[in-house]
């Protein structure tokens, strides 16, 4: 099977998914703003955030953000998992539901 050699960075998002991607980014910007060596990091996230908040149907991103908001979507999603199977019931209650948020947001739109 030929791997094909244009692939579309843009997606359709809702409201509610523009939100969590919002505040996602605006996490990992704060998360990162201590520390140098996240610079270019912290560039592609601020760029995210301007395409989340232009209003338009469609946002457009580029490979680089793409892979950095995927990569650090499946750490997220995976550390939201951990902390579902374990620790008290509040605290799972409230990362399980947090947890599907994400995981639909990975599969829905940024699965390959």
């Known amino acids: 099977m030929a791997k094909s050699l244009f692939k579309n960075y843009t997606f359709q998002l ?20 201590t520390d140098d060596r996240f610079g270019s990091d912290m560039k592609s996230f601020n760029s995210i ?20 908001l995927v990569f650090r979507l499946k750490e997220n ?6 902390k579902a199977s374990k620790g008290f019931f509040l605290i799972r209650w409230f990362y399980k539901s947090a947890y599907s948020q994400y995981d639909n947001l990975l599969q829905n739109h940024f699965t390959d």
């Not at 809702?14 to 703003?33: A, G, P, V």
């Not at 395409?51 to 953000?65: A, M, P, Q, R, Y």
């Not at 999603?77 to 951990?82: I, L, R």
């Open 14 to 33: 809702d409201k509610n998914e523009r939100k969590i991607l919002t505040t996602f980014c605006n996490t990992m910007i704060k998360q990162m703003s």
């Open 77 to 82: 999603v995976t550390h939201m998992k951990n």
């Open 49 to 68: 955030v301007d395409k989340l908040n232009s209003g338009e149907d469609e946002v457009k991103f580029t490979k680089d953000e793409k892979t950095k």
